[in-house]
C-alpha cells in the first residue's frame, strides 16, 4: 500500500513539473504598447518654400509598433509627409504626429513670406480719378465720378470706374531693397559681367548703380548706405523675376490702386486726411506739394526735397490704413499688367490685368517728381525691353 502511494505521488510531482515547464516553454507576454511620442520641436517658424524635417521619438523604446500618422491643421499654410513640412504660404498650422494606439504630439508651424507684408483684402472699390461729371447726382463711394473733380488728373488715362477684386491678397510692406535683391541675384548664381544681371535668353534684370548695386566680381551687393534703400535700374523681367523666386508675382494695376488708397475711396492719397501731400509725409519734390481743397498742385520752396531714394519706411508716420509704406513716394513701381494707352476702354471690371504690348505700367510717383504724380489714381509706363530707371522698383503680391 505504502508502494503504491508513493508511486502516486511521484506520478503527480512528475505532472506538476511538466505542467511547469509546459508554462514556461509558451509565451503568454503581450506586445510593449507606445505610451507617448515626443518632436524634436514643438514650434518652427519657416518662410514659405522653406522645408524642415520633424523628428519624432516613440515611447517606450521597445514599443512593437512605432508606425506614425502625421497630419496638418492648415495644409494651405503648411504640408507635411513623413515628418517633412513644406511651407506654402502665411499663416499658422499645427502639425500632429499620432500613434497607431493614439498617442499625440503636435508642432505650432509660422509661415512668413520673404519680405515682409500686409494682407489687402478684396472688394469693390472706384478705379481711377473723378471728372466731377456725376457730381450732386451719383452716390460718392459708389458710383464714378459722383465727387468733385480730382485736381491735376490725366482726363484719358484716369476714368473712374468700378472693379471688384475677387482675392484678398498679401503684399510687401515695403518696396523691395537693394539688399533684398541682391540676395535673390546671389542665391539664383546670376553674376554681373558688364555690370548688369542677364538671364539665358539675354534679357537684362538689373544694372549696377550708385544708388542702388554693384557687382564685385563674385556677388552683388548693395553700394554703401543703400541697402535698405529700394532697388532701382531693375526691369519688368527682374521685377517679374524676383517676385516668383519669393513665391508671388507684381501686383496688376487694379490691386495696386486699390493697395494704395488704404480703403480711402475718392481722394488723391491714402496717407494723412487724403487730400493733402507735402515733404514731411513722403519722398519727393516738396517744392511742389498738393492740396485738393485749394486747386492741387501749388509751389512751397521751403517744402523738403531729398532729390535721392530714402530708406523704405522712412516716413513712418505715413503708413496708409493697410500698413503700407512708400505708396506715395520714393519711386515707381512695376505693376503685371502691359501699358495699353488708353482710359481703361474694354478692361474687364472684375480682376484686371490689362493691356498687351511693349511698354509695362509703373505706378506711385518717384523722389524728383511734384506731388500730383502720386495721386492714387496716376498711371505712367515704361517700356519693357531693356534695363530699368534708376527710380523704378517694385513691390510683391502673394495670395492666401
Excluded at 172 to 200: C, H, R, W
Excluded at 251 to 274: D, L, S
Excluded at 323 to 331: A, C, I, P, Q
Aim: charge should be negative; glycine fraction near 12%.
Amino acid at each position: 500500500m505504502k508502494r503504491k502511494l508513493k508511486i502516486m505521488a511521484n506520478l503527480l510531482l512528475t505532472a506538476a513539473f511538466a505542467a511547469v515547464f509546459a508554462s514556461c516553454g509558451k509565451d503568454n507576454s503581450k506586445p510593449v504598447e507606445a505610451t507617448g511620442v515626443t518632436l524634436d520641436k514643438t514650434t518652427l517658424a519657416l518662410v514659405a518654400g522653406e522645408e524642415e524635417t520633424l523628428e519624432a521619438t516613440v515611447n517606450p523604446g521597445d514599443a512593437a509598433d512605432k508606425s506614425l500618422t502625421w497630419t496638418s491643421s492648415a495644409p494651405e499654410v503648411a504640408t507635411v509627409e513623413a515628418g517633412a513640412v513644406t511651407a506654402v504660404a502665411k499663416g499658422t498650422a499645427t502639425v500632429t504626429v499620432s500613434t497607431a494606439n493614439g498617442e499625440t504630439d503636435a508642432c505650432k508651424v509660422t509661415v512668413e513670406y520673404i519680405v515682409e507684408t500686409v494682407l489687402i483684402p478684396k472688394g469693390v472699390f472706384l478705379m481711377g480719378s473723378s471728372d466731377g461729371s456725376a457730381e450732386g447726382s451719383g452716390a460718392p463711394g459708389t458710383d464714378p465720378n459722383a465727387t468733385a473733380a480730382e485736381p491735376g488728373r490725366y482726363l484719358e488715362e484716369e476714368t473712374q470706374h468700378v472693379v471688384t477684386l475677387t482675392k484678398d491678397y498679401w503684399m510687401s510692406k515695403y518696396p523691395v531693397t537693394n539688399a533684398q535683391y541682391a540676395e535673390f541675384l546671389n542665391a539664383a548664381g546670376i553674376d554681373g559681367t558688364g555690370a548688369k544681371a542677364t538671364v539665358q535668353d539675354g534679357a537684362t534684370l538689373i544694372e549696377a548703380d550708385s544708388r542702388g548695386m554693384y557687382y564685385n566680381g563674385n556677388l552683388w551687393a548693395p553700394a554703401a548706405t543703400y541697402g535698405d534703400h529700394p532697388v532701382i535700374r531693375v526691369s519688368w523681367r527682374g521685377a517679374k523675376a524676383y517676385a516668383e523666386w519669393a513665391g508671388g508675382d507684381l501686383p496688376t494695376e487694379a490691386q495696386w490702386e486699390r493697395a494704395a488708397r488704404g480703403g480711402v475711396e475718392n481722394m488723391p492719397f491714402g496717407i494723412g486726411n487724403g487730400k493733402v501731400l507735402t515733404g514731411a509725409m513722403a519722398n519727393f519734390n516738396g517744392h511742389h506739394p498738393y492740396d485738393f481743397d485749394n486747386g492741387g498742385a501749388y509751389d512751397d520752396e521751403s517744402g523738403a526735397y531729398v532729390n535721392s531714394t530714402t530708406a523704405v519706411g522712412a516716413y513712418s508716420a505715413y503708413a496708409n490704413d493697410y500698413g503700407l509704406y512708400d505708396m506715395h513716394g520714393n519711386v515707381r513701381e512695376w505693376c503685371l499688367d502691359r501699358w495699353d494707352g488708353s482710359s481703361y476702354a474694354g478692361s474687364p471690371a472684375t480682376d484686371p490685368v490689362g493691356g498687351a504690348g511693349s511698354y509695362g505700367v509703373v505706378r506711385g510717383g518717384y523722389f524728383e517728381v511734384e506731388a500730383r504724380y502720386f495721386r492714387s489714381a496716376y498711371r505712367d509706363a515704361y517700356g519693357l525691353n531693356g534695363g530699368g530707371d534708376d527710380d523704378i522698383g517694385f513691390r510683391v503680391v502673394f495670395y492666401p
